[in-house]
C-alpha cells in the first residue's frame, strides 16, 4: 500500500524485490503464515531528528537526519550514512531495505539499516564538516553501538567523516569500541575496506563471466562516478587486464581512449577534492562532456562502447535508453556498483537479453563485507593484512555469485541474479525471523 507519495524509491526498490518472491512464497506457505512480507517492510525503528550547526559565517544551519534501523534478524543494524542534498525518508528507506537483503547475501551476520543527511559537503571548510558531523552524532550517538548499530561511508561520507564522528562518538559514550567502519587504519580500520566495494564488483562480474567462459582480460569497460566505488573499480579493472576509458561525475564524464589515468584521478578526488573538468587539463587527449551535452534522456558514460559497464554514482543514473545504447554496441556485462543505479525498464531489459547483470545487492556486497570483516577485527583486537582481507573478499564475492546463480537456477531462470538475489536474501532473513518469533 502506497501511504506517503514521498517514498517514489523505496516503492521501486520493494516491488522489485516483492515481484521476485512471487515463486517463493507460493511454493513455502510458512511465509504467507507468518506475514512476513507485511513485516519485513516496516522498518524495526526509524529515528528522524534535527541538526543543528554553525557555518563559517556564524550562521546557524539546520538539516535533517536520519537512521532507519530496518531489520535485525541477523545481527546488529548495518549499513552506510549518505550526505546529500538529495536525501530523504524515501532515500534512506530504499537503501535501508536492499540492505536487509544484501547483508544476508554476504553469509555474514549483519542486519540491515541506513542512515544520512540532506547536508551538501560541497564546498564546505574542514572545519564546517566537523561541526556538522559533530552535530549529527549528538543525537545519532544514543541510537548505536558495536553490537546495536553500527554505521559506516556512503555518498558524501568518507574516512574524514567518519573520523570526526567516531570523535564525538567517544566523547558522548565514554567508550571506544567498533561503532562505526571505513575508519581509518590509525585506530581500528581495515586493509582493503576502501577499495573493497569497487574490487567486489569486479570480482562479481569475473565470476559472472567466468561461468560464460568469459573474461575481462583485455576488454574495454565504462565505469560511471569518481568517488570510492568508481576509483576502486576501475583500479581493480587494471589490475586484471581489462581497459576502464570512463568516469563521471554530476557535473560531466570524462572519455580517455587511452584508459582512465588513475592515478591523476585520485589525485583530483581523494586529495584535491576538485572537478573532473581539471582532469583533462592533465590529459589533453582525453574528452570532458558536460551533463548539458548528453544527448536528452541519456547518460553520456553508456553511449561509449564497451565489453563491460560499471555504474558506480547513484540510483537511477541507467535508464532503458542507456541500456539498448549499451546492448547496441556489444555490451555483455554489467556489474552495479552503486545501489539502484539501473531503472527497473532497463533491468527487465538486461534479464530478458540474458546478458550478465550483477544487481547492486550482490555486486556491491563486497564493501559491507568487509565492514564486518572490520568490525570482527575490532571485536578480536587484531589486525588482518591486506592479503587476508582480500583473499576474504573475493570468497565472498564468489559465494554470493554460487549463491545467487543456484537459486535462480532452482527457480527455473538460471542467468536472472534478480530473482536469484532477492529470494537467496529474502529467504535467510525471513526464515530467521521466523525462528526468533513475533518480535
Ligand atoms: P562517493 O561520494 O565517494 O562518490 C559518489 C560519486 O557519484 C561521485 O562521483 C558523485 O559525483 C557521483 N554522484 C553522486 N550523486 C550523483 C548524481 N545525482 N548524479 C550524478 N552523479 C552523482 O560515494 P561512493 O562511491 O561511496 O558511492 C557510490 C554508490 O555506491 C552509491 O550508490 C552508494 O550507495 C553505493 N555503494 C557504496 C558503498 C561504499 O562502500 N562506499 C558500498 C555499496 C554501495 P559528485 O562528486 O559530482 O557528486
Known amino acids: 500500500k502506497r501511504s506517503s507519495p514521498s517514498q517514489t524509491e523505496f516503492y521501486q526498490a520493494a516491488e522489485e524485490v516483492l515481484e521476485s518472491l512471487r515463486p517463493l512464497i507460493e511454493k513455502y506457505p510458512k511465509y504467507a503464515k507468518h506475514k512476513i512480507i507485511e513485516r519485513i517492510v516496516e522498518p524495526e525503528r526509524q529515528i ?11 550562521e546557524i544551519q ?27 525518508a524515501g532515500v534512506i528507506k530504499f537503501l535501508g531495505f536492499e540492505q536487509i537483503f544484501k547483508n544476508a547475501l554476504t553469509g555474514l551476520q549483519i542486519g540491515g539499516g541506513k542512515g544520512g543527511s540532506d547536508f551538501d559537503p560541497k564546498g564546505k571548510s574542514d572545519n564546517e564538516i566537523m561541526r556538522f558531523c559533530q552535530a549529527f552524532m549528538t543525537e545519532l550517538f544514543r541510537h548505536i553501538g558495536a553490537n546495536t548499530d553500527v554505521p559506516a561511508g556512503d555518498i558524501g ?24 567502519t571505513g575508519k581509518s587504519l590509525l585506530w581500528g580500520g581495515s586493509l582493503g575496506r ?25 576488454k ?10 568508481a576509483i576502486y573499480t576501475i583500479e581493480k579493472l587494471y589490475q586484471i587486464g581489462a581497459i576502464p576509458v570512463t568516469c563521471s561525475d554530476s557535473r560531466g564524464m570524462i572519455y580517455d581512449k587511452e584508459g582512465i589515468d588513475l592515478e591523476l584521478l585520485k589525485e583530483l578526488k581523494e586529495v584535491k577534492r576538485q572537478r573532473l573538468t581539471e582532469y583533462v587539463k592533465h590529459r589533453p ?25 560499471f555504474p558506480s554514482a547513484t ?14 554496441n556489444g555490451c555483455i556485462c554489467v556489474s552495479e556498483g552503486a545501489n539502484m543505479p539501473s531503472t527497473p525498464d532497463a533491468v527487465n531489459l538486461f534479464i530478458k537479453e540474458k546478458i550478465a547483470y550483477g544487481p547492486g545487492k ?32 573475493e570468497q565472498i564475492m564468489k559465494n554470493i555469485f554460487e549463491t545467487t546463480s543456484k537459486t535462480a537456477a532452482e527457480f527455473g531462470e538460471p542467468t536472472n541474479l534478480v530473482l536469484g538475489a532477492n529470494i537467496a536474501g529474502f529467504r535467510k532473513v525471513a526464515d530467521a525471523m521466523i525462528e526468533q518469533g513475533l518480535v
Not at 169 to 177: G, I, M, S, V, W
Not at 220 to 229: A, Y
Not at 373 to 380: D, F, I, R, T, Y
Open 48 to 58: 528522524f531528528f534535527r541538526v543543528n550547526w554553525v557555518d563559517d559565517n556564524g
Open 62 to 88: 539546520v538539516n535533517k537526519g536520519f537512521r532507519v534501523e530496518f531489520n535485525s534478524a541477523l545481527g546488529p543494524y548495518k549499513g552506510g550514512l549518505r550526505f546529500h542534498p538529495s536525501v530523504n
Open 157 to 180: 561520507v568518507g574516512a574524514r567523516e567518519i573520523g570526526y564522528m567516531f570523535g564525538m562518538y567517544k566523547k558522548l559514550a565514554n567508550r571506544y569500541e567498533g561503532v562505526l
Open 194 to 218: 576502501t577499495q573493497a566495494t569497487g574490487y567486489g564488483a569486479v570480482y562479481f562480474a569475473k565470476y559472472m563471466l567466468e561461468a560464460r567462459n568469459e573474461t575481462l582480460e583485455n
Open 220 to 229: 574495454i569497460c565504462v565505469v560511471s562516478g569518481s568517488g570510492n566505488v
Open 285 to 309: 587527449n582525453a574528452i570532458y562532456t558536460p551533463v548539458e551535452e548528453y544527448k536528452e534522456g541519456t547518460n553520456a558514460v553508456y553511449s561509449i562502447p564497451c565489453f563491460a559497464a
Open 315 to 328: 540510483q537511477n543514473e541507467l535508464n532503458l535508453k542507456d541500456a539498448k545504447n549499451l546492448l547496441a
Open 362 to 393: 550482490a555486486a556491491n556486497a563486497g564493501g559491507v563485507a568487509t565492514s564486518q570483516l572490520e568490525m570482527a577485527q575490532n571485536a578480536s583486537m587484531v589486525n588482518w593484512t591486506f592479503e587476508e582481507v582480500e583473499a576474504k573478499l
